[in-house]
């Protein structure tokens, strides 16, 4: 007996909305759909932000490993190893705005990855500052289009009720490579027989990883709903019909100026580029934390079992965060409001303890640490509020090149150890900023959802949709072309 899929949590009921399509399915098809979907496409996505965060984290545990010593690295050249990386995915998202709306997505994802696992490789190559810095510029290059990608990717196979979860999902691989980069760490510089430097063998086997997953990326992971090798032809269209519930169009490859235009005017996704760099002032914890535990007097190895439970501590923030999204599906800023006062608080510990009180700066580090738990939801609003293939990426690219510019910069705050004052203190300040931008991106969406709701909506048929359907992906319009589009806040 056929019932109604649930109506989206995260999307007020339009004015006059008489489409119904989802009396084409019931609930157990649509279901038995999202379970392919999550153990095919989630595992894909899952692993490689594991490996893209494993290899960004790598180089903190490169630095008490020896990397500095054997470099000859300043404590300022080390801090423009981390930055360096960052200019390199900089320089990448003008280009990959393009490219990804242009090319099958996944595709073109597949083949960075492999590229990006082969350069990781080579940072157990270089002998000096040099050549170390021109390696991370070229791996920060071949990774910048994972991450506006997979938010893509996510807005594609997922309607607006899914988004929170599938994307904590997978930015919780952020924790779960701090946890297992510190035990692989601590396993490579327990064996003494090393004929290298146990931070060179770290890159190689990271790297090795990386490029097995990029070919298993590029092989199996599919465009989108038409290209799903897993799902039988009733699934493909069921899922189009799923998707459609959400107006959600696929994956056009084309490249709309008039889109551009649109999402230069809009003040929503300035609020989206304002996100990227104020979540990301903080990122320096993440690569300065070990160096921190380790000038307390911890030795390299303790170093690496103390800093683990960061990533658990992350992943706990995350997953509350999750959980109260759940709660309040509506107030998804609300949540992210909440979340920012942790990593403040853990930010503050570490300016004002002393240096004596070795367990307290311990903890205030794996506070101050829990950035992604925040950085998850701000995607999954990007992700839910941005329509158009054009505007999508450009959004998303928007997001990350912020990122970039956050991480350029905030390294060069954290040179003197061990307290790394001015960096802990520029954390605080951007804490602060990043909850009133949160305020104005909720603002800005109720607004834009009274003066919708205001105005007379067009009814579409059942009948209409269907032939739509059956027809292809629907017409590549942006949240602001399409009067049923409502806004997520």
Not at 141 to 161: L, Q
Request: charged letters at 15%; hydrophobic letters at 45%.
């Amino acid at each position: 007996m056929d019932t109604k899929a649930p109506a989206s949590e995260n999307v007020p009921p339009t004015v006059g909305e008489t489409l119904q399509i989802s009396d084409a399915y019931t609930k157990e098809e649509e279901k038995a759909v999202l379970r392919k979907i999550d153990s095919v496409i989630l595992p894909f996505m899952c692993f490689v932000f594991f490996l893209q965060y494993l290899d960004k984290q790598s180089l903190s545990y490169a630095g008490v490993f020896g990397l500095m010593t054997d470099l000859n690295l300043t404590s300022s050249q080390y801090s423009w190893c981390s930055s360096i990386f960052y200019v390199g995915q900089l320089v990448a998202e003008y280009p990959f705005i393009y490219l990804m709306s242009r090319l099958p997505l996944t595709k073109f994802v597949g083949v960075t990855v492999i590229i990006w696992g082969t350069v990781c490789m080579c940072l157990a190559a270089p002998k000096g500052f040099a050549g170390f810095a021109a390696v991370r510029f070229l791996l920060g290059f071949s990774e910048g289009a994972v991450s506006p990608a997979f938010v893509t990717i996510t807005s594609i196979w997922y309607r607006k009720k899914d988004h929170t979860i599938r994307t904590a999902l997978w930015i919780s691989m952020n924790g779960v490579a701090q946890v297992i980069g510190c035990l692989l760490m601590y396993g490579i510089g327990k064996n003494t027989a090393l004929s290298i430097a146990p931070w060179r063998v770290l890159f190689l086997i990271c790297g090795a990883l990386t490029f097995a997953a990029g070919v298993g990326f590029f092989v199996f992971m599919p465009n989108g709903p038409n290209d799903a090798w897993f799902l039988t032809p009733r699934e493909k269209e069921l899922l189009l019909l799923r998707m459609a519930r959400n107006r959600e169009g696929g994956d056009h490859t084309s490249f709309s100026v008039a889109q551009l235009k649109e999402t230069i005017l809009d003040p929503k996704a300035w609020c989206v580029f304002g996100f990227g760099v104020l979540v990301t002032m903080q990122s320096p914890v993440l690569t300065f934390a070990s160096l921190v535990i380790e000038s307390i007097g911890y030795s390299k190895l303790d170093t690496m079992l103390y800093t683990a439970p960061s990533g658990a501590v992350q992943v706990v923030f995350l997953w509350i965060g999750t959980a109260l999204v759940a709660l309040v599906p509506r107030q998804r800023t609300l949540v992210i409001l909440v979340l920012i006062i942790p990593p403040m608080v853990g930010c503050i510990l570490l300016m004002k303890l002393d240096l004596s009180a070795e367990w307290g700066l311990i903890a205030a580090s794996w506070l101050a640490s829990c950035i992604t738990a925040s950085m998850s939801i701000i995607l999954s609003l990007s992700a839910s509020n941005v329509k158009g293939n054009t505007k999508r990426a450009i959004v998303n690219t928007l997001f990350f090149i912020g990122y970039c510019a956050g991480c350029i910069g905030s390294p060069q705050l954290w040179t003197h150890r061990p307290r790394y004052t001015e960096g802990v203190i520029t954390s605080i300040v951007t804490w602060c900023l990043l909850f009133l931008t949160v305020v104005v991106y909720r603002l800005l969406c109720m607004r834009d959802n009274r003066l919708r709701d205001a105005q007379p909506a067009e009814s579409v048929s059942e009948e209409d949709h269907k032939d739509q359907a059956d027809s292809g992906p629907t017409p590549d319009l942006t949240d602001k072309q399409d009067a049923e589009f409502r806004y997520s806040w």
